[in-house]
């Protein structure tokens, strides 16, 4: 359990693989704190983007870091959002 939802967020993933996720999934790619629960990783992209999240989808990569897939509402778009925060 994360107290600061500040330090939830790492920072975003952007490789070949994400690109489509953001044009044709309305995802986002985030590395996050590895204790973070999927509703902390929600209420905490909530707060920083002022974006509501459909769904958070998480993984421990093989090194042992924690990914999170999170889906935007349909009335937010995810491509405006990385533009926005400098990812594409």
Not at 28 to 48: C, G, H, P, S, Y
């Amino acid at each position: 359990m994360v107290k600061d939802l500040s330090k939830v967020l790492l920072y975003p993933v952007i490789t070949e693989d994400t690109v489509p996720l953001i044009e044709n999934e309305n995802k986002l790619v985030f590395m996050v704190d590895r204790k973070a629960t999927k509703n902390e990783i929600k209420q905490a992209f909530r707060m920083l983007y002022d974006v509501e999240v459909e769904k958070v989808n998480v993984l421990i990569t093989p090194k042992g870091e924690k990914k999170a897939f999170i889906k935007l509402k349909p009335e937010y778009k995810a491509s405006d959002l990385a533009i926005k925060i400098g990812i594409l």
